[in-house]
T-cell receptor, first 114, second 114 residues
């Protein structure tokens, strides 16, 4: 596709539910990043993949958060037993290895936990 | 945690006025990027500055990277309503994995009144 796409765009979950957020990166982009953006704040790094390898997951806030990219393309961010504090916009970005620092962002998934 | 602070947090000005947004940190970054984010969308890259003291111009926008590569400024001349949005600075730090992890600032929400 022409850009990074994410689905769903909006997700409402009841507290305790599990959710899965999908990211389709730009074709050929090796690197994939997930960020969490709370209302009125800048994005905060969650995790990073290079191809299918998750090289950095230092930003994941708890063990309820899990991300995967099994074939080195599409990625899924899963949040188990959602809590109200998980409400945020989850952004995915991809970059082409060698273009240092140039990340292209998707539109995000707005998660609201009731 | 590499904290980037932006000021002001909110800015509302009349069309035609000039403005400057500041991005400050105690950390040194390999590069610094400025993004603009519209509601419901992901951040879009405006510019990357790499060299200390570097100045880049993008039409009515002027970006400067501090000599010590810890701070940056964005100056907009003759602001237009189309400049309205959330402006984010992000410092790039090449982590152990070689990827450029981005540390985002707190954001400046600009409103240009016609």
């Amino acid at each position: 596709g022409a850009g990074v796409s994410q689905s769903p765009r909006y997700k409402v979950a009841k507290r305790g539910q599990d959710v899965a957020l999908r990211c389709d990166p730009i074709s050929g982009h090796v690197s994939l990043f997930w960020y969490q953006q709370a209302l009125g704040q800048g994005p905060e790094f969650l995790t990073y993949f290079q191809n299918e390898a998750q090289l950095d997951k230092s930003g994941l806030p708890s063990d309820r958060f899990f991300a995967e990219r099994p074939e080195g393309s599409v990625s899924t961010l899963k949040i188990q037993r959602t809590q109200q504090e998980d409400s945020a916009v989850y952004l995915c970005a991809s970059s082409f290895a060698g273009l240092a620092g140039v990340q292209f962002f998707g539109p995000g998934t707005r998660l609201t936990v009731l | 945690t590499q904290l980037l602070e932006q000021s002001p947090q909110f800015l509302s000005i009349q069309e035609g006025e000039n403005l400057t947004v500041y991005c400050n940190s105690s950390s040194v970054f390999s590069s610094l990027q400025w993004y603009r984010q519209e509601p419901g969308e992901g951040p879009v890259l405006l510019v990357t500055v790499v060299t200390g003291g570097e100045v880049k111009k993008l039409k009515r926008l002027t970006f400067q990277f501090g000599d010590a590569r810890k701070d940056s400024s964005l100056h907009i001349t003759a602001a237009q309503p189309g400049d309205t949005g959330l402006y984010l600075c992000a410092g790039a730090d090449e982590g152990q994995t070689g990827a450029n992890n981005l540390f985002f600032g707190t954001g400046t929400r600009l409103t240009v009144i016609p």
